[in-house]
């Protein structure tokens, strides 16, 4: 298989994202003059009680849709977050790597290290990152890049490595966060409506979440490690990263004075966040009353700001660096430098916020995906041939709407019935949810980070003198889903036919 496509073929990335915008203005005037719409039940977020509502697509080739398009392009453009937050890291990325810290720190840490052990730690910490959406996409996949490349690597694979990581873990993690409080939430509303006195533990998924986490971890390593590097092959470049990294006495004074301001931020950022002392707890949020929901939740300063503050604390560290090291570096040529090269990338950012705000505008993902789920009641399924139809359902539903507490709003008072019926529990479906979300999550153009993944592709093909097509781009991680599949279905039914405990007391049936 090769990535590579022929350059008479190649399609740039502004040109699909563009042909995608133009789809998404046709499709919807198509269906919204086909009346395509669709009923549900919602949970409303204040009184928990479900509601009878319809929805509809709306079209964007009006004079409503047209206003739409001239008003908001721009508010929408600033408002996109990959917008920002790419912005934030590069500016802590430059400072951290012209200072010469991350090369220096990269080398330290990792030039004993078997490779296969590096690709698993950043396909673990991809999974993990899931826990604040913002700071895989924008700062582990840049990392990841320059790591592989400090060990003559391609960078792309390092890209590819990170992205999959981030997407095929995204439904998973070895920690609670606020996204199993959102879900729980919900389905313990749609569980209500067959059992009132139905109630769901924030934890009720913590066993096979850890085994699913170590497993797409090692399946994610074995993909790269065969599959990608291979075909990628070496890093060829003439510039200094193929030069032997030499660490000199400067260099270990130089990451002790970095070491010494990093504990600092992390003992400054970790009393932040613990509450009750005096002064304490600054970024948490305090209207919730549990503790995850104040450190993880939608409002919480952590979840706003960690790319932020990693971002900063990267940049702190590497200045602490080069005071250490001696190194005579001019601090504002370093900011300058670290974002003179995005250019490319903001163009993107552009499209894809316009192909994603048009697209949240006519509903279509929304309809489509209740209408899509509305299948389950007409087939009649139970048992593992029920499970199997929801999971691949799932992974169809990653293409139309890209926030799982968004789908799971829609979706969950349509499900979590259905399976309760079949008498399969609603923390299992959720589970299932979880996992076949994860599954296509990396494929779909409409999420906002999947424009990162592609601007950064883009940016290290120039470097390395390969063309790597949009094409190419969903080849490679079409490969990871293949993988991540399987995998997600030897769990699933290892603990459905083993009834094996989700969590503590928590099995796959009623």
């Known amino acids: 298989m090769s990535f590579k496509s022929n350059k008479k073929k190649y399609v740039s990335p502004i040109t699909f994202f563009l042909v995608l915008i133009i789809l998404v203005i046709i499709l919807s005037a198509v269906l919204s003059s086909l009346g395509i719409q669709a009923d549900y039940l919602r949970i409303n977020a204040v009184t928990k009680e479900l509601e009878s509502t319809t929805l509809a697509v709306e079209s964007l080739f009006s004079i409503k849709g047209l206003r739409y398009v001239i008003g908001n392009t ?23 790597e012209k200072s010469g810290y991350m090369r220096t720190l990269f080398t330290v840490l990792t030039r004993k290290v078997d490779r296969k052990i590096l690709t698993f730690i950043i396909m673990l910490l991809g999974i993990l990152s899931s826990v604040s959406e913002d ?21 792309l694979a390092g890209v590819v490595c990170a992205y999959a990581g981030i997407c095929g873990g995204y439904g998973i993690n070895l920690f609670v966060s606020s996204i199993d409080s959102i879900l729980i939430n919900y389905t313990t509303s749609a569980a209500n409506m067959l059992d009132k006195n139905y109630t769901i533990a924030l934890s009720c998924t913590v066993i096979i979440m850890i085994v699913a986490t170590i497993l797409i971890a090692f399946v994610g390593t074995y993909i790269t490690e065969k599959i990608i590097v291979p075909k990628l092959g070496k890093y ?17 004074k130089g990451l002790l004075f970095a070491f010494v301001a990093t504990l600092f931020m992390v003992l400054l950022f970790t009393y932040s966040i613990i509450p009750g002392l005096p002064g304490s707890g600054i970024l948490l949020d305090s209207t919730q009353t549990e503790y995850v929901n104040q450190l993880f939740g939608t409002d919480s300063y952590v979840t706003q700001g960690i ?3 990693l ?30 090269n995005i250019s490319n990338i903001i163009v993107l950012i552009f499209f894809a916020s316009l ?28 048992s593992f041939p029920l499970i199997l139809l929801f999971v691949l359902l799932c992974m169809v539903s990653s293409f139309l709407v890209a926030s799982n507490s968004t789908k799971w709003l829609l979706i969950s008072p349509i499900v979590v019935p259905i399976f309760m019926e079949a008498n399969i529990s609603p923390e299992f479906v959720q589970t299932l949810f979880r996992f076949g979300t994860s599954i296509t999550y990396g494929l779909s153009p409409l999420m906002p980070y999947f424009v990162v993944y592609i601007a950064y592709m883009q940016k ?36 459905y036919v083993i009834k094996l405990p989700l969590g503590s007391g928590i099995y796959p049936t009623l």
């Open 355 to 382: 192909l994603v705000s048009l697209y949240r505008r006519t509903n279509i993902g929304n309809v489509l995906t209740i209408n899509l789920m509305n299948i389950l009641n007409d087939v009649g399924f139970t």
């Open 135 to 155: 700071v895989g996409f924008v700062l582990l996949i840049p990392i990841s890049a320059y790591i592989f490349m400090l060990n003559k690597r391609s960078p």
């Open 236 to 252: 060829a470049s003439d510039d200094e990263m193929q030069e032997e990294v030499v660490i000199y006495q400067s260099d270990i």
């Open 307 to 309: 790319t932020l503050l």
């Open 311 to 340: 971002s900063f604390a990267l940049g702190i560290a590497g200045l602490f660096y080069s005071l250490g090291s001696g190194r005579k570096t001019e601090n504002k040529d370093i900011v300058v430098e670290s974002i003179g």
């Open 460 to 495: 290290y093909s120039k470097e390395t003198k390969k063309v790597f097509s949009i094409s190419g781009c969903f080849k490679v991680m079409g490969i990871y889903s293949i993988a991540f599949f399987l995998t997600y279905l030897i769990v699933i039914i290892a603990w």
């Open 74 to 96: 721009v508010n929408n453009f600033i408002g996109f977050s990959p917008l920002a937050m790419i912005i934030i890291a590069l500016i802590g990325l430059g400072i951290a």
